[in-house]
Every structure is written in C-alpha cells, then in structure tokens.
Antibody
Framework: QLQLQESGPGLVKPSETLSLTCTVSGGSISSSSHYWDWIRQPPGKGLEWIATMYYSGSNYYNPSLMSRVTISVDTSKNQFSLKLSSVIAADTAVYYC????????????WGQGTLVTVSS | QSALTQPPSASGSPGQSVTISCTGTSSDVGGYNYVSWYQQHPGKAPELMIYGVSKRPSGVPDRFSGSKSGNTASLTVSGLQAEDEADYYCSSYAGSNKLVFGGGTKLTVL
C-alpha cells in the first residue's frame, strides 16, 4: 500500500523559506505513470494546489505562487521536496503531498499533512 | 486561475439524496472530463471519491456518483449515512498542467 509522509519544521519566521519533504513508501517515486503534488489548506479554509512534479524533472506551478516555489526530487531516497520562499502569515497552512495520476488528473494517495505556522 | 465555485453548505436526512455543484469555466470544468471529488473529515487528509467526472475508485460506495453538464460538475450522495458528514471539494484540470480546487462544501447529515 502506497504511503506518503510529510516532514519539516512546524514553525517558520516571516520572510524566511519554508522547506518540506515528502517521503514515499510502498512504491517508487520514479514511476513513469505518476506525478507528485503539493497542496495546502489554510486553517478553516479550502484546498489550494501548489505544484506538480515528474521524477524526470518537469515541474508545474500554481501561477499565484510560481515566483516563490521550488520543488525537487531525490530518487535515491524516494523523496520529493517543497521550498516556499519569503513566507508571510498567509502561508500558514496544512501542507499535503499527494500522488497525481495523469490518466484523469486525480490525486489518489495523500499524506496525512503537516501544519506549518508562519510567525515570529 | 480562479477557484471553482461550490455552495458553502448542503444538508440532508439519513436515507435521502443530496447533490453538490461545482461551477467553473470552459477553461477548466467545461473543457476537460477531468473533474475529481474529495471527501475530508475533520483533521484528516482528503480522500478521493470520484475521478474522471463519474468514475469511482475501488472501495468507494456506489452511493457516490458524479456527473457534468457544461461548466458545472455535480456530486450526488444517495442514501445518506451519518459517516457521509464531511467537507467535499471538487477539482478540475485547468490546462497547461494546472489543477484548480473548489472552495469546499460542508455536508451535514441532519
């Protein structure tokens, strides 16, 4: 059974860079059949798609966040990562990683999510 | 890239049916048959319930069904059960490898 687990600091200061890692188990991140995504959810609010990556290095970003987001992959560790720079309070959210099936563009497996708070 | 429009809330009694709408544009919902629906219980991660407009992943009860007409997709939950009470989010492919979500609908089982 595929599992995803987010990890990283739960508290980030304003103007600094948020860094999270998603570790995939029970399957290979190098699968040619799937993409890997980051999604976030501010407290009490809805879901927001952040970015999609393919293990070979193709990355796609939400236009509203593109200037601040970087995603990368470490196939040797079966992990992919998110960096969000110049964070502000509005970036406080639960951040999820998920597997993306391009067949019908669905997110079929999700991590449990990790809360990141932006505060000094 | 604007969020898809969902009603903030919906409700129904046990055994009844309820339909949740998800309205977008011809650039997302109307342009592709790539609408998904996710169920989210409080404090939990979203779970895929419907994909490709009307397909159900294995393990999802057939009480959940999806459809689309023009720029509006719909999720219908038939035979409402207490455990169906949750937040529901639609998503759609929006072209150029982008995804967009709806604002979410809180479903209450009365």
């Amino acid at each position: 059974q595929l599992q995803l687990q987010e990890s990283g600091p739960g508290l980030v200061k304003p103007s600094e860079t948020l860094s999270l890692t998603c570790t995939v188990s029970g399957g290979s991140i190098s699968s040619s059949s799937h993409y890997w995504d980051w999604i976030r959810q501010p407290p009490g609010k809805g879901l927001e798609w952040i970015a999609t990556m393919y293990y070979s290095g193709s990355n796609y970003y939400n236009p509203s966040l593109m200037s601040r987001v970087t995603i990368s992959v470490d196939t040797s560790k079966n992990q992919f990562s998110l960096k969000l720079s110049s964070v502000i309070a509005a970036d406080t959210a639960v951040y999820y990683c998920a597997r993306h099936d391009p067949t019908d563009e669905q997110l079929d497996y999700w991590g449990q999510g990790t809360l990141v708070t932006v505060s000094s | 890239q604007s969020a898809l429009t969902q009603p903030p809330s919906a409700s129904g009694s046990p055994g009844q049916s309820v339909t949740i709408s998800c309205t977008g544009t011809s650039s997302d919902v109307g342009g592709y048959n790539y609408v998904s629906w996710y169920q989210q219980h409080p404090g939990k991660a979203p779970e895929l319930m419907i994909y490709g407009v009307s397909k159900r992943p294995s393990g999802v009860p057939d009480r959940f069904s999806g459809s689309k007409s023009g720029n509006t997709a719909s999720l219908t939950v038939s035979g409402l059960q207490a455990e169906d009470e949750a937040d529901y989010y639609c998503s759609s492919y929006a072209g150029s490898n982008k995804l967009v979500f709806g604002g979410g609908t809180k479903l209450t089982v009365l």
